[in-house]
């Protein structure tokens, strides 16, 4: 189908950046699914659909987004192509995706054009309001109503989005209020006839879990306990070094220059009554230590770059959240996590002290988890929808 002329003025004058296919890698064997993030905020919800994709499903996922995104196993990461033809036909050519599925509501009409040339059924998902790229916003006869009639599906977040959607030129028929997908929060495993044990080891008292700690932040989680055992004095504190190969040292340095009772789990010594300290260090078991804490703080939130792990971990497993200014790439969750009053944010150690003593108290700890907990499990259906979607694209229906 020639292109409409609000389709031609939007390409007229594009160049295309030669060298693009170039950095692109081997296609793997098989069925592909491409999957498009705008950003890094709504690259989690779409990690979590990949991973799903991939694992249930044995299907190649190719996820484009113009930010830098952790990787994981069998998901493609690559920058999305400049939204010119030529370039939307290389990149076509090259991926050939069974299925295409975009968020948040960024349109870019030259591949989507090309799409539809191919018969590649699209989905718009977590759709917020429609635009087009930023660089190339204007005003094109048609071109909204056009590019969002390639969708079979627009995924609303909420009513108005949907309204949105609908003014701009979706089909009625393609859009529906949904609510949002299901962020990338995996639920740690853990062996449970382990943490029963624990659990039966440490149930009297109250216990909290310094989560990859950095050497440079081990002083503020020491004065924190040390803050916190004033008002509960048989408190038991986690520690998991960032670094594994600190944990001998800092044992050492804690109890023979401050006098703190120790424990090592790498030497198969156990929490017992008098341990005030027990010092972790394999990375494979923050799902058990984030079960038996109802409360941890987050490591690297407060001098680095921000902590190792998605704050949805702990959220997903019922641990009430303490963490720092410094949010690194996960600062999209911890807005959400903020919003619904799902962490509590502290600034120095002195308020890490003063917070984690205030959530000693179960029932604080519960109200802060409980919130973090709704949002993690939240839009699990609404994933398994656009699941039931694509399977159903892939099967031919």
């Known amino acids: 189908m020639p292109a409409s002329l609000g389709l031609t003025l939007y390409n007229l004058g594009q160049r295309r950046e030669p060298g693009a296919e170039a950095a692109r890698p081997r296609r793997p064997a098989g069925r592909l699914v491409w999957l498009h993030a705008p950003g890094e905020a709504a690259a989690p919800a779409m990690l979590a659909l990949a991973g799903r994709l991939v694992e249930e499903d044995g299907v190649a996922v190719l996820l484009t987004c113009p930010a830098a995104l952790p990787q994981r196993a069998g998901v493609i990461l690559q920058p ?229 792990r998605s704050p949805m971990e702990p959220a997903a497993l019922g641990s009430a959240i303490l963490h720092g200014p410094r949010m690194g790439g996960y600062g999209p969750l911890f807005g959400r996590l903020g919003a619904v009053r799902g962490t509590r944010a502290v600034a120095s150690a002195n308020d890490l002290g003063d917070a984690l003593g205030d959530l000693l108290a179960p029932d604080r700890a519960a109200r802060l988890a409980h919130a973090a907990w709704a949002l993690a499990s939240d839009g699990a259906e609404v994933t398994e929808g656009v699941l039931n979607r694509l399977r159903n694209i892939l099967d031919g229906g």
Request: hydrophobic share 50%.
């Open 80 to 308: 999305p192509p400049p939204d010119t033809p030529s370039e939307a036909r290389a990149f076509l050519d090259h991926w050939r995706p069974e299925a295409a599925v975009f968020s948040e509501g960024e349109l870019r009409p030259a591949i989507l054009h090309e799409a539809a040339e191919r018969a590649i059924p699209m989905l718009l998902v977590n759709a917020r309001a429609p635009t087009f790229l930023r660089e190339r916003d204007g005003w094109y006869p048609g071109l909204m109503r056009s590019a969002l009639s390639r969708f079979q599906h627009v995924a609303a977040v909420d009513e108005a989005a949907a309204r949105a959607f609908r003014k701009a030129g979706a089909a009625l028929s393609a859009v529906a209020v949904t609510g949002r997908m299901m962020e990338d929060n995996p639920v740690l495993p853990c062996l449970e006839a382990e943490r029963a044990a624990l659990a039966k080891m440490v149930a009297s008292r109250p216990v909290w879990f310094a989560a990859g700690i950095p050497e440079a932040e081990e002083a503020a989680v020491i004065q924190a306990h040390r803050m916190a055992l004033q008002h509960s004095h048989r408190l038991l504190m986690i520690l998991m070094p960032a670094d594994p190969s600190r944990s001998a040292t800092l044992a050492v340095q804690m109890e023979a220059a401050e006098g703190w009772v120790v424990a090592q789990r790498s030497l198969d010594e156990e929490p017992e009554p008098e341990v005030e300290v027990f010092i972790v260090d394999n990375a494979a078991e923050y799902g058990l230590w984030y079960r038996l804490a109802p409360v941890c703080y987050l490591g690297g939130s407060l001098t680095s770059k921000g902590p190792l």
